[in-house]
T-cell receptor, first 115, second 112 residues
């Protein structure tokens, strides 16, 4: 079974440009999370989808970030316009629905560099 | 405010030795405490997890010790091997499919 996949693996853009990150969760997983790790700091939560609905977007830094999850399958995270402080590794994770504690499976991440 | 504090930031251990990583948390409502292992170029992967109703959980060479009153938990890697060299993250979350709150990570190097 395929794991969580993310595209692209790396992205280098200039300040002010737009970037869209994609995440394909494990098939059948209702929960999809986005996290970000800025260099030297902890992995921080951005937002959580349950199927196609945003369950919690309290971690989104500002309105330059827009996340969508089409039909409850893959998800995209758009940054527009990108700023220098947006650089970091963006992780996507997915987990099954229901239950109390379902393991979150992480993708390999997208390394974003804003110049 | 960092809700989960992890130490040390980096750790070098001789092959066959014991690696110990410590974490402390603030929020007593946290109900699930996983440890994740990350190799370069890969995403974090669940290694072992514990709930606060037990004080210790062991899986192979990996053990979590949990001290609810002190709000601390630690990962012990026995007989550390070079293949254990990775970054380890402690985390915490509330009951249900809630987001994880991570520590800053510990880079472990096991040298022969």
């Amino acid at each position: 079974e395929a794991g969580v996949t993310q595209f692209p693996s790396h992205s280098v853009i200039e300040k002010g440009q737009t970037v869209t990150l994609r995440c394909d969760p494990i098939s059948g997983h209702d929960n999809l999370y986005w996290y970000r790790r800025v260099m030297g700091k902890e992995i921080k939560f951005l937002l959580h989808f349950v199927k196609e609905s945003k369950q919690d977007e309290s971690g989104m830094p500002n309105n330059r970030f827009l996340a969508e999850r089409t039909g409850g399958t893959y998800s995209t995270l758009k940054v527009q316009p990108a700023e220098l402080e947006d650089s970091g590794v963006y992780f996507c994770a997915s987990s099954q629905g229901g239950g109390s504690y379902n393991e979150q499976f992480f993708g390999p991440g997208t390394r974003l560099t804003v110049l | 405010q960092q809700q989960v504090k992890q130490s040390p930031q980096s750790l070098i251990v001789q092959k066959g030795g014991i690696s110990i990583i410590n974490c402390a948390y603030e929020n007593t409502a946290f109900d699930y405490f996983p440890w994740y292992q990350q190799f370069p170029g890969k995403g974090p992967a669940l290694l072992i997890a514990i709930r606060p109703d037990v004080s210790e959980k062991k899986e192979g060479r990996f053990t979590i010790s949990f001290n609810k009153s002190a709000k601390q938990f630690s990962l012990h890697i026995m007989d550390s091997q070079p293949g254990d060299s990775a970054t380890y993250f402690c985390a915490a979350c509330y009951e249900g499919n809630t987001p994880l709150v991570f520590g800053k990570g510990t880079r472990l190097s096991v040298i022969a």
